[in-house]
């Protein structure tokens, strides 16, 4: 086991952050004047995450790499969180896009391209009946609204250290004796979270049967493997266990497959054969332009067509007047059709495997007691000696600090890995030669950290 150097750690820091700053002076000066207007200096504050005293301003990015406005390429390992996971501007997408542009945005009507987005849709996932909004947070509230109406119950349940957007009721992680509190730093919640929520820990059924027994779950919300903590698979038959107590107590199962749709093209759910009552997702499907959407089972589509009345469908939480719009919809449609395909996985799925064997030797080769975990295309090591079976014990093993090192350390080198955890993504214009160039650079990374 190596022992890692703390003091050796900041002083190789301040070197990245001095190399950072020299190797990037337009984007130092833009991110200058973007503070007249902007805290931070960023369009959203979690923006001032990424490591580096200023974020890397874009230029143009395709494909998977990008160019800064100094001119440097990255490999773009992040693709926007897995908004950009089919690749950055892809050709069927940009050019649906292009021609929707000169027919009309936004109409409040739909357009043909709703139907074969539904349709594909339904073929991926299992589920007949889906609306649309423009993001997976939208999605993922309009499911909890659904939920709760047609259930008559307040609470919603979520796995400790989960991520569904910003959703309120999933900012809450176990507290002492197994009570529900606010996530550390939810900012200017509007109610106390032990008041709409419970939260278990993922592969503890147990834990669940207990939130549930109490007879006022409306939902439960999950990833069916937490990817936002880090990756955290599912025991053998946890998710069919998660569908049984739903239907034992009552309540309705959603899953969110915003990030592991990298699992295949129906995502985990398709994947895996589960079945959830409703399913969300957004990011990928669009290919970079806003969307979102959930699907149902026709059990839920039946029973919402019998208790939502007409004359109040448009006052009742649900749907908003740029959800479904055409744009929106073009882009659905191609990226669906032509760019997120069995193939394009057929080529990510390998190139993830390859990642991950690069990382896993780069590890083996220092002796470092971190480990590596793989999802589909996505795939991410985590400085622990073996994976985590839940939230917390991935929580515990994350270190922010050399978090920030290892991902600026990346940056100067021209990789850009997810800001939030260390994440990689693979795309269909990733390259092996991309995946090397990681792979070479982790390495001498490490041993100059554990020298």
């Known amino acids: 086991m190596s022992t890692l150097d703390r003091t050796r750690l900041a002083d190789l820091h301040a070197r990245e952050r001095e190399a950072f700053t020299a190797a990037r002076p337009r984007s130092g000066e833009l991110a200058e004047r973007a503070r007249a207007h902007m805290p931070g200096g960023v369009p959203m504050s979690w923006m001032v995450k990424w490591p580096g005293d200023h974020p890397v ?19 773009d390992l992040c693709l926007g969180d897995t908004g950009a996971m089919m690749g950055h501007s892809p050709a069927a997408t940009v050019e649906a896009v292009t021609r929707q542009l000169a027919r009309g945005i936004t109409t409040m009507l739909p357009t043909e391209d709703a139907i074969a987005v539904s349709g594909n849709l339904a073929d991926r996932f299992g589920l007949p009946y889906w609306q649309f909004t423009l993001t997976a947070t939208d999605a993922n509230r309009h499911a909890i609204r659904y939920a709760r109406h047609l259930t008559g119950r307040s609470k919603v349940v979520v796995h400790n250290y989960c991520y569904h957007g910003s959703v309120d009721e999933a900012f809450a992680t176990i507290g002492e004796g197994g009570t529900t509190v606010d996530r550390r730093h939810n900012i200017g919640a509007p ?24 007879g006022d779950v409306a939902a439960i919300l999950v990833e069916p493997a937490l990817t936002n903590i880090g990756i ?74 019998r208790s939502v009345d007409l004359e109040d469908i448009d006052v009742g939480g649900i749907g908003g007047t740029l959800a479904g719009n055409g744009l929106s919809m073009a882009a659905m449609k191609a ?80 990789i850009l890995l997810t800001p939030f955890h260390n994440m990689a993504l693979m795309c269909p214009d990733t390259t092996v030669a991309d995946v090397d160039a990681h792979t070479t650079m982790f390495r001498e990374c490490l041993e100059e950290l554990f020298a």
């Open 232 to 305: 955290v698979l599912p025991d053998d038959g946890y998710n069919a266990g998660v569908r049984e107590l739903a239907t034992k107590y009552g309540a309705l199962l959603i899953n969110d497959e915003t990030h592991t749709i990298c699992a295949g093209p129906g995502g985990y759910t398709g994947a895996q054969g589960l079945e959830p009552d409703l399913l969300v997702i957004g990011k990928s499907i669009g290919g970079g332009i806003p969307c979102g959407t959930f699907g149902f089972t026709q059990d839920v589509a039946d029973r919402i067509a």
């Open 335 to 414: 990226t669906l059709e032509q760019v997120m395909t069995p193939e394009a996985f057929a080529h990510m799925v390998p190139l993830a495997d390859a990642w991950a064997d690069g990382v896993q030797a780069g590890i083996d080769a220092v002796g470092a007691d971190w480990h590596v975990t793989r999802l589909g295309a996505r795939a991410e090591y985590n400085f622990s000696k073996v994976p985590s079976r839940n939230g917390q014990e991935a929580h515990d093993a994350d270190d922010f600090e050399l978090q920030q090192y290892l991902h600026l350390y990346a940056l100067n080198r021209g």
């Open 191 to 214: 109610v106390d979270t032990a008041e709409t929520t419970r939260v278990v820990e993922f592969n503890d059924l147990d834990a669940l049967e207990k939130a549930l027994s109490h």
């Open 57 to 75: 301003f874009v230029e143009h990015a395709e494909g998977a790499h990008f160019t800064c406005v100094d001119g440097i390429d990255h490999v």
